[in-house]
């Protein structure tokens, strides 16, 4: 698929640098990347948008650039992040400040950062502890560890392994960074990969070192310098997941082994384009991610990040394999928000997979079946997860940029208008011939029905952005500071379907979506403004549809 200059462009989330990190809790942290070229914009369904000429495409940076430029759905593998040590999770990063600027930061705020090590592996460094030692000339102890181990006869296990570690220890010996901040923080990787290398010496099944070990390789990867080809990314990344791969062999279930050793193949496969060996490389990213999440499945950031894994995945199989791997991320991005609803970078991605699946089916001539959810429903639909993403985070610039090409596609003045089968209002208990489907409309103020009046009135408001119009006395109503939780429903006593419970400080509201595709969209759709009324950003969403 071709693009011209003046096309607009959707990016990715930015990626997550990738950072020193002991099992433990996680934080997102977004990078900067390339602007987006003048190449194939595409989201992961690479198709034309039959709404307009502008197209969106993932990349791995955020722009600030103006939309008619390259705006850009950055899809989140600002989300590809290791797990890092002593962070609180769900913090809240500066997604607007650049990689590089994050990275250093993360350096000067040394104590914040442990690593793992002593003679058993066991007890953390700081960054500070690790410097003071480099200074005070601690790494004699490498040089004695080797006197003891030269008057020990090796087997041919401990020599092979011998010779991995001064192989991985050449790599990051060569790495020089690209400023004197870089330069003083691959000092310090350097001396923790010899103290990680010292503990394998003494006992090579101490997967802690291991593991330790490869995320210092990984860091490391970040800190070559981008004109560098002597060590390379690629080797350094390599080789970490050989550590990664030990590590878990001797323990199977170091989930964050597996989290890490994905974020670590994914960046093996960034690097290598839209190739077949890409496509391996993230089929096994995929498998890592899979098996990180049934090892801790209360882990949105690595649901999201297996997401992130397939949209990019199905962007290089053939066709006929494309439109299941797209479900499937559409199924680990929603999982991810279900975990973490405000949970802003899985929400945008999910919006920006969902434009290239309408873009795709665009392309092919509408859905396959009557069943279907037609291209307009999913423009439509995604509109609706960047508008939120948007309103969860107002200041960052790439949702802004995204939000300008989407907000078109929203039924504005609503959020979103659907069909919903009920019973009459003040009647819950109505015999299931009494229930009606009709209208609904979502705003930031909440769930209302409407009226075939109203409908009528709606129908031909909907095209001119006419105010706002007021439901029927007999009509159902649910205000966003009423509701307590909202979860599908499969109660007997209801008609056959796809139940909808909504609880409400007044009592339980019931209702029947068309499908349980459908339903999940309510679903979604409802908990997000719930969420971002929940969060004081109501009036931030009440600006994108009412302005």
């Given at each position: 698929?071709?693009?011209?200059?003046?096309?607009?462009?959707?990016?990715?989330?930015?990626?997550?640098?990738?950072?020193l990190?002991?099992?433990?809790?996680?934080?997102?942290?977004?990078?900067?990347?390339?602007?987006?070229?003048?190449?194939?914009?595409?989201?992961?369904?690479?198709?034309?948008?039959?709404k307009?000429?502008?197209?969106?495409?993932?990349?791995?940076?955020?722009?600030?650039?103006?939309?008619?430029?390259?705006?850009?759905?950055?899809?989140?593998?600002?989300?590809?992040?290791?797990?890092?040590?002593?962070?609180?999770?769900?913090?809240?990063?500066?997604?607007?400040?650049?990689?590089?600027?994050?990275?250093?930061?993360?350096?000067?705020?040394?104590?914040?950062?442990?690593?793992?090590?002593?003679?058993?592996?066991?007890?953390?460094?700081?960054?500070?502890?690790?410097?003071?030692?480099?200074?005070?000339?601690?790494?004699?102890?490498?040089?004695?560890?080797?006197?003891?181990?030269?008057?020990?006869?090796?087997?041919?296990?401990?020599?092979?392994?011998?010779?991995?570690?001064?192989?991985a220890?050449?790599?990051?010996?060569?790495?020089?960074?690209?400023?004197?901040?870089?330069?003083?923080?691959?000092?310090?990787l350097?001396?923790?990969?010899?103290?990680?290398?010292?503990?394998?010496?003494?006992?090579?099944?101490?997967?802690?070192?291991?593991?330790?070990?490869?995320?210092?390789?990984?860091?490391?990867?970040?800190?070559v310098?981008?004109?560098?080809?002597?060590?390379?990314?690629?080797?350094?990344?390599?080789?970490?997941?050989?550590?990664?791969?030990?590590?878990?062999?001797l323990?199977?279930?170091?989930?964050?082994?597996?989290?890490?050793?994905?974020?670590?193949?994914?960046?093996?496969?960034?690097?290598?384009g839209?190739?077949?060996?890409?496509?391996?490389?993230?089929?096994?990213?995929?498998?890592?991610?899979?098996?990180?999440?049934?090892?801790?499945?209360?882990?949105?950031?690595?649901?999201?990040?297996?997401?992130?894994?397939?949209?990019?995945?199905?962007?290089?199989v053939?066709?006929?394999?494309?439109?299941?791997?797209?479900?499937?991320?559409?199924?680990?991005?929603?999982?991810?928000?279900q975990?973490?609803?405000?949970?802003?970078?899985?929400?945008?991605?999910?919006?920006?997979?969902?434009?290239?699946?309408?873009?795709d089916?665009?392309?092919?001539?509408?859905?396959?079946?009557?069943?279907?959810?037609?291209?307009?429903?999913?423009?439509?639909?995604?509109?609706?997860?960047?508008?939120?993403?948007?309103?969860?985070?107002?200041?960052?610039?790439?949702?802004t940029?995204?939000?300008?090409?989407?907000?078109?596609?929203?039924?504005?003045?609503?959020?979103?208008?659907?069909?919903?089968?009920?019973?009459?209002?003040?009647?819950?208990?109505?015999?299931?011939?009494?229930?009606?489907?009709?209208?609904?409309?979502?705003n930031?103020?909440?769930?209302?029905?409407?009226?075939?009046?109203?409908?009528?009135?709606?129908?031909?408001?909907?095209?001119?952005?006419?105010?706002?119009?007021?439901?029927?006395?007999?009509?159902?109503?649910?205000?966003?500071?009423?509701?307590?939780?909202?979860?599908?429903?499969?109660?007997?006593?209801?008609?056959?379907g796809?139940?909808?419970?909504?609880?409400?400080?007044h009592?339980?509201?019931?209702?029947?979506?068309?499908?349980?595709?459908?339903?999940?969209?309510?679903?979604?759709?409802?908990?997000?403004?719930?969420?971002?009324?929940?969060?004081?950003?109501?009036?931030?969403?009440?600006?994108?549809?009412?302005?």
């Amino acid at each position: 698929m071709s693009s011209t200059a003046d096309q607009t462009e959707f990016q990715k989330e930015p990626e997550a640098p990738a950072t020193l990190t002991d099992p433990g809790d996680t934080v997102i942290l977004p990078e900067e990347a390339p602007s987006a070229g003048a190449g194939d914009p595409e989201l992961p369904g690479d198709a034309e948008a039959s709404k307009s000429d502008e197209k969106l495409t993932k990349s791995d940076e955020a722009s600030d650039s103006d939309p008619k430029a390259n705006v850009e759905l950055n899809n989140a593998e600002a989300t590809e992040e290791l797990i890092r040590p002593n962070e609180v999770s769900g913090s809240d990063p500066k997604v607007d400040e650049p990689k590089d600027d994050i990275v250093e930061s993360n350096a000067t705020e040394s104590n914040s950062k442990q690593l793992k090590k002593d003679e058993e592996g066991s007890r953390t460094f700081t960054m500070r502890e690790l410097l003071d030692e480099l200074k005070n000339g601690d790494a004699n102890e490498d040089s004695e560890a080797q006197r003891r181990e030269g008057d020990t006869p090796h087997s041919q296990r401990s020599s092979q392994h011998h010779s991995d570690s001064n192989a991985a220890l050449e790599l990051i010996n060569s790495v020089t960074g690209a400023d004197e901040e870089g330069r003083s923080r691959q000092r310090i990787l350097t001396y923790a990969a010899r103290r990680y290398a010292s503990a394998l010496e003494r006992n090579q099944e101490d997967y802690d070192a291991l593991y330790n070990w490869a995320l210092v390789l990984q860091e490391s990867a970040d800190n070559v310098n981008p004109d560098s080809t002597s060590p390379s990314k690629d080797s350094l990344l390599e080789e970490a997941c050989k550590k990664y791969e030990e590590a878990t062999r001797l323990c199977p279930t170091l989930n964050d082994a597996y989290y890490n050793w994905a974020i670590a193949i994914s960046d093996r496969a960034k690097i290598r384009g839209r190739t077949k060996e890409a496509e391996e490389l993230w089929k096994q990213a995929t498998k890592n991610y899979e098996k990180a999440v049934q090892l801790n499945w209360n882990s949105p950031q690595a649901l999201n990040n297996w997401g992130l894994a397939l949209q990019e995945l199905s962007a290089i199989v053939p066709a006929r394999e494309k439109l299941t791997i797209v479900k499937t991320a559409i199924s680990k991005f929603r999982a991810a928000i279900q975990l973490q609803f405000d949970f802003h970078r899985a929400i945008y991605n999910l919006g920006t997979v969902l434009y290239g699946l309408a873009e795709d089916m665009s392309r092919t001539g509408g859905a396959v079946n009557a069943k279907d959810i037609s291209p307009n429903e999913l423009y439509s639909q995604s509109a609706i997860y960047i508008a939120a993403a948007h309103a969860l985070k107002p200041n960052y610039s790439v949702y802004t940029s995204a939000l300008k090409l989407v907000r078109s596609m929203l039924p504005l003045p609503y959020l979103k208008v659907g069909y919903l089968t009920s019973p009459p209002a003040g009647n819950p208990l109505a015999p299931h011939s009494d229930w009606k489907r009709s209208q609904f409309v979502l705003n930031h103020e909440g769930l209302q029905q409407i009226s075939k009046v109203d409908q009528r009135h709606m129908s031909r408001g909907l095209s001119s952005n006419s105010p706002d119009m007021s439901p029927s006395r007999e009509a159902i109503k649910v205000d966003v500071p009423d509701i307590i939780s909202v979860s599908a429903c499969a109660d007997l006593t209801l008609p056959p379907g796809a139940g909808l419970r909504i609880d409400t400080i007044h009592g339980p509201v019931y209702m029947i979506a068309d499908s349980w595709e459908s339903l999940d969209w309510w679903l979604d759709a409802i908990r997000l403004v719930y969420t971002i009324g929940a969060r004081g950003k109501s009036d931030v969403l009440a600006g994108i549809i009412t302005s």
